[in-house]
């Protein structure tokens, strides 16, 4: 019988980033046995800016750990499609007529940048 358990992959850091959660976390496996994993990608409110800007990716790496046996790296990435959730409201204003989703990544860090200054001066 084959245990696995997944770790997230990061020097110093010892848990799953908080958009992603996988299902289940651990488990025991008989050997020729399948078992279906489930990765989730959920952003909340607290992310919405960060992607927004650029700071953070939805991008990260997990192990699948064996017991006793090898470990096999699951490399995660998503695309995150901007949005007006999380924006201020004085950047809302100053945006042409064309919807945020419409925006490319750079042209809207751009725009929270400018934004970011002008509230700041």
Request: glycine letters at 6%; one cysteine or more; charged letters at 15%.
């Amino acid at each position: 019988m084959n245990d696995f358990q997944f770790k997230f992959l990061r020097e110093g850091v010892g848990s799953f980033p908080p958009w992603l959660s996988v299902n289940p976390s651990c488990d025991s496996v008989k050997q020729g046995i399948s078992i279906k994993l489930e990765f989730q990608i959920f952003v909340n409110y607290k992310e919405v800016y960060a992607l927004n800007s650029g700071t953070i990716q939805l991008s990260t790496i997990v192990v699948l750990q064996l017991e006793d046996g090898k470990d096999y790296f699951i490399s995660i990435n998503a695309q995150f499609i901007p949005t007006s959730f999380g924006l201020p409201l004085i950047l809302l204003l100053s945006l042409e007529s064309d919807p945020v989703n419409k925006l490319s990544v750079n042209e809207l860090q751009d725009q929270i940048y400018v934004g970011n200054d002008k509230v700041v001066a």
